[in-house]
């Protein structure tokens, strides 16, 4: 007798083979919060203090930068740090008392005429080299959010991102962002009209139109763009005189001589 096997064959093929779903296809992308590896590591190797450091506010069109530096008490790691953009604002003020109790910090401020003078990236870079600094023991390790190394005596490590992976550098990024929080409520007082207390000075629409009506205030940074545009609609530059220009004055001395 001949079997035929086809059926048999396609039957095992379609229990074997896997549904497929009629939906799109989901994927869950895990967040990870920063980790105090890096840190203990050193630490079990003899080498400490260790510190992290980060800043908040070089986008904003008005304000200062400011850094922090941090040293976290290997037995008391503050619980959910994490990069400070994650968190909400209540957030950060918790964890911000808690980092001030338990941890060693620094803080420094590039004002927003260091910004003019120096460009953004360099005064940025200062005022973490100058919260490293400022620290109450000079660290033995550094760890630095972003890519560039920052001028320290002490060994010093960019970590990309590492706002978000690091402990103490998320540690530093919450002390950096509420100290400058605070320090824009306070602006928003003595320039009031341009709603610092609530974008902090970031080109939101609402500052954009206070900047365009009431022109740049002293905290603004000279050479942002639209600090630039606001500044020669409220302060237009004279028109600066060609070689075929005649001063009326001179002309009329000329005439008088001749």
Request: charge should be positive; proline fraction near 7%.
């Amino acid at each position: 007798m001949i079997r035929d096997n086809s059926k048999s064959a396609s039957t095992t093929a379609s229990k074997k083979a896997p549904a497929k779903s009629a939906g799109p296809d989901k994927r869950v992308i895990a967040v990870t919060r920063p980790s105090f590896r890096r840190e203990r590591a050193l630490f079990k190797r003899g080498v400490w203090p260790v510190a992290g450091c980060d800043e908040a506010g070089r986008g904003p069109l008005a304000g200062p930068v400011v850094a922090a530096a941090v040293v976290l008490d290997p037995a008391r790691v503050p619980k959910g740090l994490d990069d400070s953009k994650r968190l909400t604002a209540e957030r950060r003020e918790e964890l911000f008392e808690e980092i001030c109790a338990t941890a060693a910090f620094s803080v420094a401020v590039a004002s927003p005429a260091r910004i003019d003078r120096d460009n953004i990236l360099r005064a940025s870079l200062w005022a973490l080299a100058r919260a490293v600094h400022a620290l109450p023991e000079m660290p033995k390790h550094v760890f630095v959010d972003g890519r560039d190394k920052l001028a320290t005596p002490c060994d010093c490590d960019a970590v990309i991102g590492g706002d978000g992976i690091v402990a103490s550098i998320a540690a530093a990024s919450i002390i950096a962002k509420v100290t400058r929080d605070r320090l824009m409520c306070a602006l928003a007082l003595d320039c009031p009209g341009y709603g610092f207390e609530q974008h902090k000075g970031y080109g939101v629409p609402e500052h954009l139109e206070a900047l365009d009506r009431l022109g740049p205030s002293t905290h603004h940074r000279s050479f942002f763009a639209p600090v630039v545009a606001a500044r020669l609609k409220h302060f237009p530059r004279p028109a600066e005189p060609d070689l075929f220009t005649v001063d009326a004055e001179s002309e009329a001395a000329a005439s008088a001589a001749a």
